[in-house]
């Protein structure tokens, strides 16, 4: 079975991954920055953003009442939101689509909160094939080291207190993370990840993402869109 | 798909909630599905104060209702963005923060849950929109194996005279409007709904869906109801299987 839908439209969807200090989004803002000097249509959407879901994703995490099924579920919503008005309506239209987290995330963060590894999976089954995903890989503790230091206060369920790892937020946070990069690793070969190796400097990663992605797209298209056949991938049998 | 009439009581579908220790819950779960306007939410009302009487705690429930997702659903229903997987995954989202919050709960203190639509609505609108059975059969795999399913059935032309009669207008989402079924509110509600009952019809065979002709008269469907649920008190098959067993252990002298 396959995980995801084959994306027949003539756009192409960018991903990036990794474990919270990576710096996968400020390589990924670079990257669609470049895309658009070379002429092509880009759009942005970021894990956790629609506007439907937002109200109802601020008061289970207010008030604390997210399980780890309903988490899940809650961020998958989130996504089919973003999927179904904003993405494939991009992507049919020929527009880059770059994704800041993509399923992965749910995959890496959801099992390590005890969501059944093929359920959740399933779950994300509507979401297309990424023409490309990079995974930022990142030892541990340099990731901890750019985040712990200059940022406000962790949240609860960004430092998997739900999980009751530690009483300790940053000590929690940490062994949340541990757990997340061990899911992100295992992945890695089954999910075709491109590995960026986040340790190196900024411009080097940049210039590897820009290869990949040459390779990948071909010469540049200023006409801005990509191809006009629009053949449109569907949800069902 | 596996038969699940013969499960033993309360157990899950296909994937198990983290954490949840299944031997613990104790009480009765009984679902009233059924395309809209059958006469389901009546039903219910009556069903309440009835088994109540007969000394059983209930506790009442049905979709939109959960505190995390139900007032988030209703605003989105309001506005014009819903999309239909959106749709299907925040009812989802209702139904596993009501499974875990209320439904378990209760039946973990041994009461009756008695619930207006269950994981059967959201996959019959699911499929009814041509989303993958297989996909929403999977995602709704967390729910509880209830103890009963009545499936309160009537025909389209039924349910239009219950619509017109009842509220005197077609509502925008009972029609399927979202997904333009139809060119207009009534044509659309046609479609849509014969599209659900068919939907529904595939359902009960393998989910073991007792079967209620809701084109009868409020107060039989209620004396079927009531003859039915009378018996799953009668045969426990959890006491059942636990009498067996006491009587399969050697006696000793």
Redo the contacts between chains.
Sequence with gaps: MNLFLPNRCPGRLIVVEGIDGSGKSTQISLLSQWLRLRGYAVAFSEWNSSPLVRETTRRGKKKEMFTPTTFSLIHATDFADRMERYIVPLLKAGAVVCADRYAYTAFARDVVRGVDPAWVRNLYRFALKPSLAFYFKVPLDVALGRILGGRDALKYYEAGMDLGLSRNIEESFRIFQGRILEQYESMIEDMGFHVIDATKSIEAQQKQMRRIVLREFGPARPEGVLGAEVKVARFQK | MPDFRNRPPLSYYS?????LDYSELQGKLIVIEGPDAVGRSTQVQRLKPWLEELGHAVLDTGMARS???G??IK??KE?N??????M???Y??DF??RL??EIIPALRAGFVVLTDRYIFSIMARAIAR???RS?IE??A??ALVPHAVFYLRADVQNLIRRVVVGKGAFDYWESGLDSRFGGDMYESFVSYQTRLIRVFDQLTGPYGFEVVDATRSSEQVFEILQGSISRIFAMDPAADYRAKRRRARPSRP
Aim: glycine residues 16%; hydrophobic residues 40%; negative net charge.
């Design positions: 994937t198990a909630l983290p954490g505190a995390l997702a007032k988030g605003e989105a506005g963005t819903l999309g239909p997987i959106t299907t995954l925040y989802a989202t596993a923060d875990e919050n041509g989303q993958l996909w999977q995602t795999g967390i």
